[in-house]
């Protein structure tokens, strides 16, 4: 984090989360249709006598204000959306102590208020009662035709709208305090991105608007660089954070001003960012909310890679090259990686040793090692449980041949249980190949792992077109792949049809499921996995097929919104997101682990907005060295997911 050049560096004072009394009110208004109507009459009807009762932590609910003008996101896209603000119980909620509270302003008109996303994000859903307010403007300039900036007049908030958007948050303020009488006074933050950060400034400056006496801390993101009155922060926390190159000195600027009067001032810059706030500078902002120290990532990769020459370590990757004579083993894990062999090296695979020469290329092994200077000596090497014996790649069981869906060319591959029998229902995973070349091989490690534990699973492993070549694909040639091929060439890129594919993918394997259903007594919804590239198909299915879904496992992958229409999503709110567990798996050493670890907290913030609770929500890491001896690379995790669907399934009992 950088600090004043010409003040010494300030260090925000912890808030002391951990000795802070927490206590809140809430009420799960979504739960209650007449509830929401007798709000709607009556603005806020809850009163602060004490906690009102049956509140939920996790619970998202909304605080409409009929009496109130119509906000800026109404004026200016004329939807008719209600005056309200949208609030978010932390998942640590208790009735019986008091809680921080995190409001964030969004940029823009300020959106419709229906999602406080952002706190959610900063937060991570714990500590702090979570809101999202509106702005408002009292008059919107006439709307302008596009380009060459003509209608930043009539978006961005002004100075002297804060005489008139002040009093209205005052009495929305009113009713949240109403409504969660139990918000911790000494410990309340208000932020902004933007034309928030504006408004938030405008305020500040205004004597006449005691915004600075309500809250104890404020953040600034990208906007607020015309804040002058910093005397009224005299001993409060303001953080400012840019990204924008032409606006840092500006920023440097005010952070100066700020510490000379003696607010607590701390300047963050986010590189080659831009007019953004992206998910991956969230972490320096959080650490500024709880007052610890923010390490930034180069600075932490700096000091791992001190502590990682001075300590023993662990490795897990692929087997490239096997030396016997130099007794040199080659390992790819984030890059390649030489190990020496020594006579005391030992190498095992499900307990049982084994000699170098028995270690096969491809093998999947995790290595405990000693680095001296280059020099890496391997003091242990496990061939680890997702490697077939001996590293011999797996071939698919007999009984799960080829074949394709009666009502769709998608063809797949299917496993069933060896008690199989008509005379009941059967769960369904449905785990589609991650790239053409892997022929649904995959399917061999879900066979192995649901006989292993005698599970019930009917196992689908469809052959899905999502990103590869069709031209490479022989189960598809002809029509098939004429057409997605034909869709492709005329696509705007040139390249791929995503929307064509993620039909033919979603359809497919839609008539695959009514296929596994009537044939084979598979259940009416199923658990879904994606890998690597499969996990757009896995999104894809979450995203706009809730409805057919037990349970989803995203495994080392990202969401680039492939076959989603992101404008339509269906079924918001509804108890088939509600109640749908989702968990994320990545392994530590996985060479796209920061991205897709970045990429999945992107994704997770557009669930949570769709209805998705945080608490169905988990993210696990595979770390190296790990006690089950499991890759912390770029590999198919079956064992996580059959962990993860046998917890859902007994949940489901319960």
């Not at 989803?552 to 079924?571: C, F, K, T």
Request: proline share 7%; aromatic share 8%; charged share 25%.
């Amino acid at each position: 984090m950088t600090a004043s050049s010409s003040a010494r560096p300030h260090k925000p004072q912890p808030m002391n989360l951990r000795k802070m009394p927490l206590r809140a009110a809430i009420t799960p208004l979504l739960k209650s249709k007449s509830y929401l109507v007798l709000l709607f009459l009556c603005a806020v009807s809850l009163h602060a006598a004490g906690a009102a009762p049956g509140l939920v932590p996790g619970e998202t609910f909304s605080i409409r204000f009929p009496d109130l003008p119509p906000t800026f996101y109404r004026l200016d896209t004329e939807e008719k959306i209600p005056t309200q603000m949208t609030v978010f119980l932390p998942t640590n909620y208790e009735s019986n102590r008091k809680h921080p509270l995190l409001i964030f302003l969004e940029g823009g008109n300020g959106g419709g208020a229906t999602n406080p996303k952002a706190a959610r994000a900063l937060s991570e859903e714990k500590d702090f009662v979570c809101v999202i307010l509106p702005l408002f403007k009292e008059k919107l300039l006439p709307k302008q035709p596009p380009g060459n900036g003509s209608n930043i007049p009539r978006i961005l908030m002004r100075p002297e709208e804060a005489t008139y958007m002040w009093p209205i948050f005052k009495k929305m303020l009113a009713g949240l305090d109403e409504v969660v009488p139990n918000l911790d006074p000494e410990h309340q933050i208000i932020g902004g991105f933007s034309n928030g950060a504006h408004t938030i400034a405008a305020m500040i400056d205004d004597a006449n608007c005691d915004l600075s006496q309500r809250f104890s801390g404020f953040f600034l993101v990208e906007g607020g660089m015309r804040i002058q009155r910093f005397e009224a922060l005299k001993g409060k926390p303001i953080l400012m954070v840019w990204g924008h190159e032409r606006l840092r000195a500006k920023g440097q600027t005010n952070c100066d001003a700020a510490l000379a009067v003696g607010a607590r001032a701390t300047l963050y810059i986010m590189n080659n960012v831009g007019h953004d706030f992206p998910v991956r500078e969230y972490p320096a902002v959080r650490a500024w909310l709880r007052g610890e120290l923010w390490v930034p990532p180069v600075a932490a990769a700096t000091t791992a890679a001190k502590q990682e020459k001075e300590s023993d370590q662990t490795k897990t990757g692929t087997v490239k090259k096997v030396d016997v004579e130099a007794k040199q083993l080659v390992v790819m894990a984030a890059r390649g990686l030489t190990f020496t062999i020594t006579d005391s090296t030992k190498i095992q695979q499900q307990g049982k040793p084994l000699k170098l020469s028995d270690v096969k290329l491809e093998a999947n092994v995790s290595v405990d090692y000693v680095k001296d200077g280059d020099k890496r000596t391997a003091r242990k090497i496990v061939i680890l449980k997702d490697t077939p014996a001996g590293g011999e790649s797996m071939q698919i069981q007999a009984d799960a041949q080829l074949q394709s869906a009666t009502t769709h060319p998608m063809q797949y591959y299917l496993s069933l249980p060896k008690n199989w029998s008509a005379n009941r229902a059967w769960p369904v995973l449905v785990a589609p190949n991650a790239h053409y070349g892997d022929k649904g091989k995959h399917i061999a490690f879900f066979a192995a792992e649901r006989d292993a534990r005698k599970a019930d699973f009917i196992i689908v492993a469809p052959l899905v077109i999502n990103a590869d070549r069709v031209s490479d694909m022989t189960e598809y040639r002809g029509a098939v792949a004429d057409a997605i091929s034909a869709a492709d060439a005329a696509s705007p890129s040139g390249r791929r049809d995503e929307t064509a594919r993620g039909k033919f993918d979603s359809d497919g394997i839609m008539a695959i499921l009514k296929d596994v259903q009537k044939l084979h007594h598979g259940e009416d919804k199923v658990y879904i996995t994606g890998f690597s590239s499969s996990t757009h198909v896995a999104y894809m299915m979450l995203f706009t097929h809730p409805e057919l879904l037990k349970g989803v496992i995203i495994n080392s992958g990202v969401y680039l919104g492939r076959g989603v229409d992101e404008a339509h999503i269906p079924l918001m709110n509804s108890p088939e997101r509600v109640n749908l567990p989702i968990k994320y798996i990545v392994g530590e050493e996985d060479r796209g682990y920061e991205k897709y670890s970045e990429n999945w907290q992107e994704a997770r913030a557009k669930l949570l907005g769709y209805g998705h609770p945080a608490s169905k929500m988990q993210m696990e890491v595979i770390k190296p060295g790990n006690s089950e001896h499991l890759s912390a690379g770029h590999y198919w995790f079956p064992t996580r997911i059959f962990d993860f669907c046998a917890a859902a399934e007994l949940a489901l009992q319960k």
